[in-house]
Antibody
Framework: QLQLQESGPGLVKASETLSLTCSVS??????????WGWVRQPPGKGLEWIAS???????HYKASLRSRVTIYIDTSKNQFSLNLTSVTAADTAVYYC??????????WGQGMLVAVSS | QSELTQPPSASGTPGQRVIISCSGS????????IVWYQHVPGTAPKLLIN???QRPSWVPDRFSVSKSATSASLAISGLQSEDEAFYYC??????????FGEGTKLTVL
């Protein structure tokens, strides 16, 4: 069974870059069976899809975040990562990494709260 | 901007049947598969029903879905206290990419 774990700083200064990594165990990140993604939930709000990446490297981004977001895979470490530049308070959220968001079976990390300070 | 609209809240008593709706802001937004997530605050969301309308083994058949051209619905029969959670519809396509509904908070009275 896949296990996913988010890691990164829990506090980021406004205007700086938020960088998160998702470590995958129990399976290969290069497997054709999987595609990977990031979802976030701002305080008191609903879930928001951010980006997805396929094993071949194809990437998809939420249109409103596209200019600030990058998702990429590091096969040597069995990890995938998210960079979000020029953060503001609106980017404060619990960030989840997950796989197979639409087709399942979908495994998620436990989530990580990232706060943006002014 | 495309949206999936859900009622902010729903409720029922144990044993009742509850339906949570999900409507699309644009025609055709629901032409692709709709999935449903269950989210208990403080835990990771769980995919309840996938794009093939399949339920993972942990999901009882009390949960079912239906869809028309303009809306989708999640029905929960025989409501139980453990069903209390937030429920999200979601969809994905090459144009919209990923999109979650606003979420519905289900309360079991």
């Amino acid at each position: 069974q896949l296990q996913l774990q988010e890691s990164g700083p829990g506090l980021v200064k406004a205007s700086e870059t938020l960088s998160l990594t998702c470590s995958v165990s129990g399976g290969s990140i290069s497997s054709r069976s999987y595609y990977w993604g990031w979802v976030r939930q701002p305080p008191g709000k609903g879930l928001e899809w951010i980006a997805s990446i396929y094993y071949r490297g194809d990437t998809h981004y939420k249109a409103s975040l596209r200019s600030r977001v990058t998702i990429y895979i590091d096969t040597s470490k069995n990890q995938f990562s998210l960079n979000l530049t020029s953060v503001t308070a609106a980017d404060t959220a619990v960030y989840y990494c997950a796989n197979n968001l639409w087709t399942g079976p979908s495994y998620w990390g436990q989530g990580m709260l990232v706060a943006v300070s002014s | 901007q495309s949206e999936l609209t859900q009622p902010p809240s729903a409720s029922g008593t144990p044993g009742q049947r509850v339906i949570i709706s999900c409507s699309g802001s644009n025609s055709g937004i629901l032409s692709d598969s709709i999935v449903w997530y269950q989210h208990v605050p403080g835990t990771a969301p769980k995919l309840l029903i996938n794009s093939n309308n399949q339920r993972p083994s942990w999901v009882p058949d009390r949960f079912s879905v239906s869809k028309s051209a303009t809306s989708a619905s999640l029905a929960i029969s025989g409501l139980q206290s453990e069903d209390e959670a937030f429920y999200y519809c979601a969809t994905w396509d090459v144009i919209l990419k990923g999109l979650f509904g606003e979420g519905t908070k289900l309360t079991v009275l």
